[in-house]
């Protein structure tokens, strides 16, 4: 036999042996259970896994997590049952209750009450598109409405719309007093949303917005001070970000790594409101500690362009943000770094109610305008806060977990404080 015809011979085995190999473990059916509100269809439009295609435990968990991900799921798991000469793959949901109401309470920049109440879908006629608003009291009123369809044109391609009108007193320290300001931004955005596969996503937003300063009269703090600027600008964004996910999601517990990056680039930056560009970058990891404990550490890390002679800038040292227990609004600067580590652990859990105990150190320092980068690290502007905590969880409402922290300043450039919020804090 010459070389030619075994040459024939063995692709010919070789496809034959294929061809029966793709037969025997071949996907005859994939089937949903467990689903009420998510629409099927649009299960199967997102989902790797393909009737006629052949069995593939790694795209099978893959859906898994992605399903798990979906706002309007709480859980997924799969079967695989043999059927005739193929398979039959299952994936069986446990839906979360995804009409939210919002509630956030705590004290404004003034001392005074402030409020946050919110009402969001977060899956849309069982498809997973995001529509709610908000109306805010934070001194002044607020409002924003958003609508977000993440797979509009495609399983992998989406578009959002968001509409905010928001105002806040925002505290600005110039070098021998601090004036106490209303700050409003208001303005459409739309974005793109693409999703490149399972661990990987982009972001492209344009924003138009008038960003306004102007000196809150009859304000105790401001008595006394005149000639004060106040500026306001009409400005453009252009936002990308990029998204690395790779977490597993078992209820009230994470594992894996997420890294997230977001540039801002503004156009009609200029006098007082300098800012050019902010750039965050956000890396998040957890670890399971046994069955019960849960180990999570954030790194956020913000620069914004230098500036000269303004104290308008971007970046700020808050409870909500970066530092519990530092207060609201107590530093501001053009580079940030905060550095977050808690441990949570289940202490109670029964069906679908979860008491999680909280213990974190949260670090952070920032560089103040006109300053150099060292200034991040010095006296003044390096913030320690160890705290403890309790969460409450709800297993199967979406991201229905209501927090309290306290914090404890152990550099002396601080106060203590306690912090509510809904969520978990990352």
Do not use: C
């Amino acid at each position: 036999m010459n070389m030619k015809i075994r040459i024939l011979l063995l692709l010919f085995i070789t496809g034959a042996f294929s061809s029966f190999s793709q037969q025997k473990f071949k996907i005859n059916e994939l089937t949903i259970t467990g689903n009420k509100k998510t629409k099927a269809s649009f299960l199967y439009r997102i989902a790797k896994v393909k009737v006629d295609s052949t069995l593939d435990s790694l795209k099978i968990q893959t859906d898994i997590e992605r399903i798990k991900r979906l706002d309007g799921i709480a859980y997924a798991t799969f079967t695989v049952e043999k059927q005739g000469n193929g398979y039959k793959v299952n994936y069986d949901l446990k839906e979360n209750f995804s009409i939210i109401p919002g509630l956030r309470i705590g004290e404004a920049n003034n001392g005074d009450f402030s409020f946050r109440a919110s009402l969001f879908e977060f899956n849309g006629l069982g498809r997973n598109i995001i529509f709610g608003g908000f109306y805010k009291r934070e001194v002044f009123n607020s409002f924003g409405i958003f609508l977000e369809h993440p797979y509009l044109f495609t399983n992998k391609l989406g578009l959002g719309f968001n509409y905010q009108d928001d105002s806040t007193q925002q505290p600005i320290f110039f070098p021998n007093d601090q004036v106490n300001y209303i700050y409003t931004r208001r303005g459409p955005e739309l974005t793109l949303f693409y999703e490149l596969n399972f661990n990987n996503r982009f972001e492209l937003g344009t924003k138009i917005f008038k960003e306004r300063y102007r000196v809150i009269q009859g304000d105790p703090e401001n008595e006394g001070l005149t000639d004060l600027i106040e500026p306001e600008l009409n400005k453009t964004l252009i936002r990308g970000s990029y998204e690395y996910v790779d977490i597993d999601i078992n209820y009230q517990n994470l594992s894996g790594f997420r890294n997230f990056t977001d540039i801002n680039y503004f156009i009609g930056a200029e006098g007082f409101l300098q800012t050019d560009y902010i750039i965050n970058n956000t890396s998040q990891y957890y670890k399971r500690i046994g069955t019960q404990g849960n180990l999570a550490t954030q790194l956020q890390v913000q620069i914004s362009n230098a500036v000269e002679n303004t104290p308008f800038v971007p970046l700020t040292v808050d409870n909500q943000l970066n530092t519990r227990g530092s207060g609201n609004t107590v530093d501001r600067g053009t580079s940030l770094f905060a550095l977050n580590t808690e441990y949570r652990h289940t202490v109670y859990e029964k069906g679908w109610f979860v008491i999680q105990s909280n213990a974190f150190v949260d670090v952070s320092g920032v560089q103040r305008p006109n300053q150099d980068f060292g200034d991040t690290f010095s006296d003044e502007t390096l913030r320690v806060y160890p705290g403890v905590g309790v969460r409450f969880i709800h297993k199967r409402i979406f991201n229905a977990v209501i927090r309290f922290d306290y914090g404890v300043n152990v550099t002396g450039n601080g106060d203590n404080g306690f912090v509510f919020g809904i969520g978990q804090y990352f």
